[in-house]
């Protein structure tokens, strides 16, 4: 069984900035990809960011230049830098691991809120 731990999430003002960790455990056997999504109310789920094992990275629009990904595989960790943070920022952020043969984990949820 794998978990997923998420933390960092809060309420800032616009133009300030939060990061977002999660940190996998458990039966991890092999993560291709991990990545954060978010949604916001009446939204649907939405990528925010995420990287494979390689070190590729791939951003939604609306936050590349702002947010940067990152992660550690020794320490399977995944952090989200987020910066110049706007009110369409305020979301719950989950934390998204992709293994072999398809599996995909979730985390619970971090809510960010950012206020104008």
């Known amino acids: 069984q794998v978990q997923l731990v998420e933390s960092g999430g809060g309420l800032v003002q616009a133009g300030e900035s939060l990061r977002l960790s999660c940190v996998a455990s458990?039966?991890?056997?092999?993560?291709?990809?991990m990545g954060w999504y978010r949604q916001a109310p009446g939204k649907q789920r939405e990528l925010v960011a995420s990287?494979?094992?390689?070190?590729?990275?791939k951003y939604a629009g609306s936050v590349k230049g702002r947010f940067t990904i990152s992660s550690d595989n020794a320490k399977n960790t995944v952090t989200l830098q987020m910066s110049s943070l706007k009110p369409e920022d305020t979301a719950v952020y989950y934390c998204?691991?992709?293994?072999?043969?398809?599996?995909?984990?979730w985390g619970q949820g971090t809510q960010v809120t950012v206020s104008s």
């Open positions: 990287i494979t094992r390689d070190g590729s990275t």
């Open positions: 998204n691991v992709k293994m072999e043969w398809g599996i995909e984990i």
């Open positions: 458990g039966s991890i056997f092999s993560i291709n990809a």
